[in-house]
């Protein structure tokens, strides 16, 4: 079963670096406690170990978690884009909104090439539902 791996949180935008937490509260229609996309729409963003893999293979180099500056990353599995599918991580409930399509920072924290390799790979953006604290080893159920 797919589980969490990594939790990076960045207080600032860009050229704010996330840091690696091993657990953080999630409050439903707010975001994550710490984080600066906390109380905006696109709460929540988590991409898979999977995705990462696949997008360093089209890049030629590794893609680190975290340097995506997705808050979540879990060990397995293809993301559901299609609006409204859930993710349950642990207690926490996420309605997803689709697709975390990369942007230009990529260029910067990853290397040349990285907004292209992660292009339907950098994976999904969501509204918490449900609340409750995300821990590194939450298991993550996908539908």
Do not use: Y
Not at 26 to 31: D, K, L
Not at 135 to 143: L, N
Request: proline fraction near 6%; glycine fraction near 14%.
């Amino acid at each position: 079963m797919p589980h969490v791996i990594g939790i990076h949180l960045s207080e600032e935008t860009w050229p704010g670096q996330p840091h690696a937490v091993e657990e953080v509260e999630a409050i439903a229609q707010q975001g994550l406690v710490g984080d600066r996309k906390f109380g905006a729409k696109r709460q929540i963003s988590i991409v898979s170990v999977d995705e990462l893999a696949e997008a360093a293979a089209r890049l030629g180099s590794e893609i680190p978690p975290g340097s995506t500056r997705r808050q979540i990353t879990i060990s397995e599995g293809r993301f559901d884009r299609t609006p409204g599918s859930t993710i349950r991580i642990g207690d926490v409930v996420v309605s997803v909104n689709g697709d975390c399509s990369p942007c230009d920072e990529m260029e910067q924290s990853i290397g040349p090439g990285a907004r292209a390799a992660l292009i339907e790979l950098g994976g999904v953006t969501g509204t918490i539902v449900e609340g409750g604290v995300i821990r590194v080893g939450d298991p993550v159920e996908m539908d």
